[in-house]
């Protein structure tokens, strides 16, 4: 079931963003824009697919670390007991605390850390942090976020093509280009918001609780990172914020505009509640 449905998301998100080119294409460009939106769109498909999370992981200068390293070892010590291919493990160069998984398949997934995060979490909350990230990777989430996070970059840069052509000193030579303008940014937040569930994050807390070997570390992690990120905000690009353990803020209030997580007060009461019950 979890397959089926985030291989529909996959396709409905796609499709949307190849109609969206083929809207701009013709606003901009008429029938040659639209035979040039149709040739981008293909492109852009076959990239995401493949290479989105590629694409993420260079935004964030992910390098990837030895099976010495710290983050290695407790990732492969977690996936081997979750049944689960040992990923590439990456280390991202930011103080803030956070962590994702990437990847099209539980064969080509990446989970990366930050800096931060290593350096704010003990063992037990390092592990609770990784297991949720290898349950994504277990219930493949992976694929749908990575291309929700290239899909939405994708329309944010479309919205601020037609703020430029569409805008400025000409804006009523093009008002469908101007309109574009206007609709495309929301839509952006929408399209990761409809891709990316609330319950998809307590599903993975609940399974990463399983695989750590109980919820009290991801608890710990969880409250820890909550609080470390106000005080040393994460900068991230808004389309992937979905994508962090922690929704990542910044001075502008990413957290209320792309709100894709559960409050981490309800995440924490779940996971004592399962603690409670013996899960």
């Known amino acids: 079931m979890i397959d089926m449905s985030n291989s529909m998301k996959t396709t409905l998100l796609l499709g949307a963003l190849s109609g969206l080119f083929l809207v701009i294409g013709w606003a901009f460009g008429g029938e040659t824009g639209l035979l040039v939106a149709l040739a981008a769109a293909a492109l852009f498909n076959f990239g995401s697919y493949w290479f989105s999370d590629r694409m993420v992981l260079a935004m964030y200068h992910a390098k990837p670390v030895t099976p010495d390293h710290r983050l290695h070892r ?159 905000p994460f900068k991230a690009n808004p389309a992937t914020a979905h994508m962090f353990i922690v929704t990542p803020f910044s001075a502008r209030g990413m957290r209320s505009l792309f709100s894709t997580h559960p409050p981490t007060e309800e995440r924490v009461a779940r996971l004592a509640e399962l603690g409670r019950n013996g899960r």
């Open 74 to 232: 407790v990732v492969e010590r977690l996936a081997v007991r979750a049944g689960l291919p040992v990923p590439k493990v990456c280390v991202l160069p930011t103080a803030s605390p956070n962590a994702f998984a990437t990847g099209r398949n539980p064969q080509h997934a990446t989970v990366a850390a930050t800096e931060g995060l290593l350096q704010v979490l003990d063992d037990q909350e390092l592990e609770g942090v990784l297991g949720h990230e290898l349950a994504h990777v277990r219930h493949r989430d992976i694929l749908i976020s990575s291309i929700a996070a290239t899909v939405a970059a994708a329309i944010l840069l479309l919205s601020r093509l037609a703020l430029f052509v569409g805008g400025g000193r000409n804006r009523s030579g093009n008002p469908i280009a101007w309109l574009a303008m206007l609709i495309l940014a929301p839509i952006a937040a929408m399209v990761v918001q409809a891709a990316i569930s609330r319950s998809r994050e307590f599903a993975a807390d609940e399974g990463g609780a399983e695989i750590a070997g109980g919820p009290d570390g991801l608890v710990s992690a969880l409250q820890k990172i909550e609080r470390t990120s106000h005080q040393v």
